[in-house]
C-alpha cells in the first residue's frame, strides 16, 4: 500500500515524465543525426517542467512558433549575409523586430535566440549555410514533440488536485461558519478565511479545466469519488451562504444582545456540528479515495446531527428570521454536497 502511494505521488510522476522525455528527445535527435541535437534536450526541459497539461501545451506552442520566426527571419539575414553585408548588421537590424515580438508576447522570446545562434554563431563544415535554421527548427520540433507527448501519456492527474482542493474548500468554508456563530466580530479570521476559499475555488477550476484536457487520453469514470465538476458550482453556493450568514450576523449590532443563554447554547451547538460536518464531509471529497464508503456514511451521520442543531437553533430564535433562514440555506447546502458524493452514477 506504501509503495503504491509513493508510486502515484504527483512528485515521482513529474520525475518520471522528465527522465522519460529527455531519453526520448535525444535519442529521436540522435538518430536524425542533427548535430546539435542539445537544443531539442533543452527545449524539452522548457516543455515538460510546466506544471500543467495546458502550461506545456502553451509553452511548446511557443518554443516552436518562436523558432519558426526566428528561423525564417535568420534565413533572410543568411541571405544578406551571403550578398556581403556583415553579420553584426544584419543581426542588429533583424533582432529589432524580434525584441518587439518578445516584448510584446514573451513566450515568443525563443525567436531572438534562434536568431543569434543562425546569424551570430558560425557553421561549422561545408554544407550549406541555411542547413543551421532548419536543424534549429527540426530540433525544437523533436524537443517539444517528445515532451507533450509524454506529458499525454503520463499525465499529472489533475483530477488528485481537484479533489484535494473541493476538500480545502470545505474545511476553509466550515471554519468561517463556526467562527462567524461563536464570534461574529472577528473580521480579521474571517477575512482571511474568505480569501483562503475563495484561492482554493480559483485553483479548484483550474485542475477541473486541467483534468478535462488529461482525461482526453486518460478517460475517468464516473463514480462518486469523480462528481467533483459537480461539486465545484455547489461549493460556490456554499461561500455565498457562508458569506451571507456573515452579514446577517454583523448587520444587526442589537442581534448579541437579543439572543437568550438559551440561544447562544443553541447557536454554539450548531457550530460545533458544522465543525464536524465541515470535517467528514472534507474526507470524502480528498484525492484518497481508500475509505470512500465509510467516509460517505460519516458525512451522513455528521449531517444528520448537523440538521437536528440547527433545527432547535432555528426554534430557539424565531424572530430572528434572517439568521435562521441563512442557517436553513447552509444546511441545505451541506446536504446536497453529500447527496452528490452519495450518488454512484456509472453513466459517464
Known amino acids: 500500500m506504501l509503495t503504491k502511494k509513493f508510486t502515484s505521488t504527483p512528485e515521482l510522476r513529474r520525475f518520471a515524465r522528465t527522465l522519460v522525455s529527455c531519453l526520448l528527445s535525444y535519442y529521436v535527435a540522435k538518430l536524425a543525426t542533427l548535430p546539435e541535437l542539445y537544443w531539442a534536450v533543452i527545449t524539452t526541459l522548457v516543455v515538460v517542467t510546466q506544471p500543467s497539461l495546458n502550461q506545456a501545451l502553451n509553452t511548446g506552442r511557443d518554443q516552436i512558433i518562436g523558432a519558426v520566426i526566428g528561423g525564417v527571419v535568420g534565413m533572410v ?128 477550476d483550474d485542475a477541473i479545466t486541467e483534468a478535462g484536457r488529461e482525461h482526453i487520453i486518460v478517460p475517468v469514470e464516473r463514480t462518486r469519488g469523480n462528481v467533483i465538476d459537480k461539486v465545484a458550482p455547489m461549493l460556490t453556493r456554499l461561500h455565498r451562504d457562508a458569506l451571507f450568514l456573515g452579514q446577517a450576523c454583523t448587520g444587526d449590532p442589537q442581534l448579541a444582545g437579543r439572543l437568550s443563554a438559551s440561544n447562544r447554547d443553541a447557536l454554539n451547538v450548531t457550530a460545533d456540528a458544522f465543525a464536524e460536518s465541515s470535517k467528514t464531509l472534507a474526507a470524502t471529497l480528498d484525492a484518497d479515495q481508500s475509505h470512500q464508503d465509510d467516509n460517505v456514511r460519516l458525512a451522513r451521520a455528521s449531517f444528520e446531527r448537523l440538521r437536528s442543531a440547527s433545527n432547535n437553533a432555528c426554534e430557539t430564535m424565531e424572530k430572528h428570521t434572517v439568521l435562521a433562514f441563512v442557517l436553513n440555506l447552509l444546511v441545505q447546502d451541506f446536504g446536497d454536497l453529500i447527496a452528490t458524493v452519495e450518488v454512484l452514477d456509472k453513466r459517464g
Open 77 to 204: 539575414g543568411l541571405f544578406a549575409i551571403l550578398q556581403g553585408v556583415r553579420p553584426l548588421i544584419v543581426f542588429a537590424i533583424a533582432v529589432l523586430p524580434l525584441a518587439a515580438l518578445a516584448a510584446w508576447r514573451p513566450t515568443l522570446r525563443l525567436a531572438c535566440v534562434t536568431l543569434v545562434v543562425v546569424v551570430l554563431v558560425p557553421a561549422s563544415g561545408l554544407g550549406s549555410p541555411y542547413a543551421r535554421p532548419i536543424d534549429r527548427l527540426l530540433e525544437i520540433l523533436i524537443g517539444a514533440g517528445a515532451a507533450l507527448l509524454v506529458a499525454f501519456l503520463m499525465p499529472n492527474r489533475a483530477i488528485n488536485t481537484a479533489h484535494d482542493r473541493a476538500s480545502e474548500i470545505v474545511l476553509a468554508l466550515g471554519e468561517l461558519i463556526t467562527l462567524t456563530l461563536r464570534k461574529p466580530d472577528d473580521a480579521n479570521e474571517a477575512e482571511r478565511l474568505h480569501r483562503r476559499s475563495a484561492a482554493a475555488e480559483q485553483a479548484l
